[in-house]
């Protein structure tokens, strides 16, 4: 059984640096056995990937494609917590924040970007309760941001 580094390597994916806070707090925080990761935007190699509103500037797709990068970052801050993310026992909640028209409905398909990529890097432990919620603006105009909070050994 590969470990998740080694999926994450396979699904040819990098485990990015962990984004700076964009305010004052941490990536991650550590209490008993979970690990809570801060809200992450889809930011690659220190830029926000794209901005605007799922359902007006980005599509459903791009909308899942950018939770993915979200879920990307907080593997990595989850891991920068842990050390090691076969210490990480079970993912237990995400919750997905989509910045979307008021007339856009999708925001679980959009989330599913997120919980995919949860899931094929830690498999079954990777598998989670989820809320997807609508909003009306994320931070430096982000479509997504991901938080996640994870049981670890």
Known sequence: MSTPEERVAELGLTLPEVVPPLAAYVPAVRTGNLVYTSGQVPMVEGKIKATGKVGAEISLEEGAELARICALNAIAALKSNV????????????????????????????????????????????????????????????????????EVR
Not at 118 to 143: C, I, M, N, Q, T
């Open 83 to 150: 050390g090691e993310l076969s210490q990480v026992a079970r993912i237990v909640k995400v919750v997905v924040f989509v910045a979307s028209t008021p007339d856009f409905t999708q925001q679980p398909a959009v989330g599913n970007g997120a919980s995919e990529l949860l899931a094929e890097v830690f498999g079954e432990a990777g598998k989670h309760a989820r809320s997807a919620v609508g909003v009306a603006s994320l931070p430096l105009d982000a479509p997504v941001e991901v938080e996640l909070i994870a």
